[in-house]
Each structure stands twice: as structure tokens, then as C-alpha cells.
């Protein structure tokens, strides 16, 4: 290699062709070389994501507070199987619990469907209803994967189940 004047520019010859190419390319040669994902740069980090890749790694239970634009819609239990540095998270065998507002309309006129034929031929979660409060409902289903985007989480614990 041969260094031409101020430009640090270098000239590398490949027999009888001679090829310049400036420190920036020979940088980034060098971090392609030194390329870690996001997983290996957990294991070595501190605060918040160590605990979460701890709980993935060990399958620790998490238990994910979801939110809604007034405040907390609801929460998940389940289990970490990846996430990212934007704590988008894939989950695994999951319970999922919401809020929501009862929807007071009118019945529709005509004659009723029967829906069951519909849901059964598709892998729809039954979606189960645990409480009713006057204007409210609390709604719980069983996913078995779930991507969350890490937009709409509040709060994420270790699930502590107590029998």
C-alpha cells in the first residue's frame, strides 16, 4: 500500500492493476467483521433488557401491562420467545386480559346468522367474558403466539403466580 499526498488515500496492486480505495471502506471491513446481533449484545448488558433476556433465556413467565390511548388496556401473561431493542416482543403461549366499553346498539333486522359453522373452519381464540361492570367488560383470551409492538407497552414484571 502506498499513501498518495494529504488525501490518505491508498492504493492497493492486484498484479498489473492498481485499485485506490480510501479508510472509510477499510473501517467498515473491519466492523463486518466485528458484527454481534442483538441477542449477543444482551448477554452482556445491563438494566432492564438483561432481565428480560434472562426471563427468555431461563422461560420465566412475564407478565406484559398493554396500553391504550386513555391508560392501561390490559395485560399478558406469557412467555418470551425474541425481542428486539425496541422491546417489540414475540410471545409464546399466551393469556391475554382487556377492557373495554360495551357497545349498546340496536339489533339488527334480517334473519341471524349462524356463525359457529364460520369460526370452527378458522383458528380463531374464543375470546371469554369474565366480568361485566355496568358500562364495561373484561374479555380474556388464550393466543398460542403473539407479536406485540413494543409501542403499546406499559409495564413489563415477572409474573409471580401464587397458588
Not at 36 to 61: A, D, F, W, Y
Amino acid at each position: 500500500m502506498k499513501v498518495i499526498g494529504e488525501s490518505r488515500l491508498a492504493v492497493v496492486y492486484y498484479g498489473n492493476l492498481s485499485v485506490p480505495y480510501s479508510n472509510a471502506e477499510e473501517k467498515n471491513q473491519r466492523n463486518l467483521t466485528n458484527y454481534r446481533n442483538i441477542l449477543s449484545r444482551m448477554e452482556n448488558s445491563l438494566g432492564p433488557l438483561q432481565v428480560l433476556h434472562n426471563c427468555m433465556e431461563t422461560k420465566l413467565r412475564i407478565k406484559v401491562f398493554t396500553r391504550s390511548a386513555r391508560g392501561i388496556r390490559g395485560f399478558i401473561e406469557a412467555y418470551v420467545a425474541a425481542f428486539d431493542k425496541h422491546w417489540n416482543l414475540a410471545l409464546e403461549d399466551c393469556t391475554e386480559t382487556w377492557t373495554r366499553k360495551i357497545k349498546r346498539k340496536a339489533p339488527a333486522l334480517g334473519l341471524p346468522i349462524k356463525l359457529d359453522d364460520i369460526i370452527e373452519e378458522e383458528d380463531v381464540p374464543k375470546v371469554i367474558v369474565k366480568e361485566t361492570n355496568g358500562k364495561t367488560e373484561t374479555l380474556m383470551r388464550h393466543v398460542s403466539q403473539m407479536l406485540l409492538r413494543g409501542e403499546q407497552i406499559a409495564i413489563i414484571q415477572q409474573y409471580l403466580h401464587m397458588k
